[in-house]
């Protein structure tokens, strides 16, 4: 396997983990430190505000790169292995499912609103 290939492996496992994560914080069979860690780095993992933002080159893509492995790594050692293995699992299904174009274009159709309200806002003291 080429590098690319080994890092979009890396980068899938990543993102199944990181949704696992999501689960696992959702789930009452989780315990308890591991479902606070893991609602910890699912909220990172999917946030737009990162602790360095990405525009900083190196440092802002080194953080994703870090942070979030750690944290998930911490986490699945906190959580039995049937757990961990079920919450992967169904992560693997949601991945590949359909995406909300209607959801994604009323975010989309939100922040435009707030991007016209604030510069009409702003125009008022110009």
Partial sequence: ??????????AHRMRRDALAMWIAARSPETPLGAKLLAAAV????????????????????????VIVPLGIAIALRLMPDDLIDRY?????????????????????????AVIVWISWEALKYV
């Avoid at 396997?1 to 890396?10: A, K, L, N, S």
């Fill in 1 to 10: 396997m080429t590098m690319f290939g080994r890092i979009r492996d890396w």
């Fill in 88 to 112: 992967r699992a169904e992560a693997e299904e949601w991945s590949h499912q359909p995406s909300s174009v209607i959801g994604a274009l009323a975010i989309i159709a939100l922040w435009l």
């Fill in 42 to 65: 699912a909220a990172y993992a999917f946030s737009p505000i990162d602790l360095i933002p990405d525009f900083i080159p190196v440092l802002g893509m080194l953080d994703d790169i």
